[in-house]
């Protein structure tokens, strides 16, 4: 009988917490303006391992929208946007010369990101060449060139 309530109460409380409103603002700002990239295939391995986080191009999955998830989906774009936003570039200063340390550490793209999303997986061969172009694109003194001479 008790374990019957308990789930009554858990599933009342996931149904209530639906309604929060944190956690469905999954408005695209538009793109303003990205770096300059060193070729082709560093954007492309970057908008597969990075841009869901990292610019204004987030594909949000059915998940981002039953909270709590949605809650830590939403948290987890605007704390990426923050740190460096590849579609706003040269709005403010960027943390880009950290990303591919951030690369190297192995703390991007994070496990339970890659887990959910397995396109965003890169083989060794993939990020040795990611951490070359973000490498190139960013300088080795964090050096940014912006397209649009901005």
């Not at 309604?19 to 492309?44: C, F, I, K, L, M």
């Not at 950290?98 to 994070?110: H, K, V, Y």
């Not at 997986?121 to 040795?128: K, M, P, Q, V």
């Amino acid at each position: 009988m008790v374990g019957l309530v308990g789930l009554a109460v858990t599933m009342g409380l996931l149904v209530l917490i639906q309604a929060v409103p944190y956690g469905r603002n999954h408005a695209n700002p538009p793109t303003r303006n990205e770096p300059t990239w060193d070729s082709p295939r560093t954007r492309q391995l970057a908008v597969r391992a990075c841009y869901d986080c990292h610019s204004n191009e987030t594909n949000w999955p059915w998940y981002s929208n039953v909270a709590p998830v949605s809650w830590l989906v939403q948290k987890d774009v605007e704390q990426g946007r923050e740190e460096v936003n590849f579609s706003e570039w040269g709005r403010r200063r960027q943390e880009a010369e950290d990303a591919a340390e951030t690369l190297i550490d192995s703390e991007m793209p994070p496990f339970g990101y890659t887990w959910l999303h397995p396109t965003a997986r890169l083989s060794d061969i993939e990020r040795a060449a990611l951490i070359r172009g973000l490498q190139n694109t960013f300088g080795a003194e964090g050096t940014m060139t912006e397209k649009n001479g901005n």
